[in-house]
């Protein structure tokens, strides 16, 4: 850590380490608001000002990048349980929106494998994100999603068999 470069109400936080993650994080936020950009920047300050403010705090127990992933999820949780007519009100809309300033850290959806991913149960198509695109452990990823880690890896396990099946039965190969 730079001297100066840790937060006052999270000490264990560097301005430095979070713009190092930030397009990863800004993907995963997209990822949970469906990849519409407005709402996923809307969540990504909210998930800063939880960080920034000590609300969420952070106390080394696991990586900053499973961290502020979870401040993440966990927020998107709560909040589009709460706000789903905006959600669609965004999304009629998200074409008239300017374009965003950071650019996400986003899965290669031109890659023949993204078809069978997106066509997973949303909880093992969470953790191939997590784990391949977001390069986090099954172990970080659990945490994320809020499972015990034998869940996480009954889930990797599940969409690597789903996949593998997916993969054979369209005649793509695997890699």
């Not at 589009?80 to 998200?94: D, G, I, K, N």
């Not at 452990?137 to 997916?166: F, N």
Request: glycine content about 8%.
């Amino acid at each position: 850590m730079r001297d100066g470069d840790a937060l006052d109400n999270n000490p264990h936080v560097s301005i430095s380490a979070l713009e190092a993650i930030h397009g990863q994080v800004y993907g995963w936020a997209l990822s949970r608001c469906d990849f519409n950009r407005a709402a996923a920047e809307d969540l990504m300050q909210q998930a800063y000002v939880e960080v920034l403010s000590g609300n969420a705090r952070f106390n080394n127990k696991s990586s900053l990048k499973t961290f502020v992933f979870g401040v993440v999820e966990n927020l998107a949780r709560s909040r589009f349980r709460r706000v789903t007519s905006r959600l669609r009100l965004l999304r009629e809309h998200a074409g008239s929106l300017d374009g965003a300033v950071v650019e996400a850290v986003l899965p290669d959806e031109g890659h023949s494998i993204w078809p069978a991913v997106k066509a997973l149960p949303p909880r093992q198509r969470d953790i191939i994100e997590l784990v391949f695109c977001r390069e986090l452990t099954i172990e970080e990823a659990s945490g994320v999603m809020g499972v015990s880690i034998g869940a996480g890896r009954v889930h990797y396990d599940r969409a690597k068999k789903a996949l593998r099946m997916r993969l054979r039965e369209t005649g793509v190969n695997e890699e």
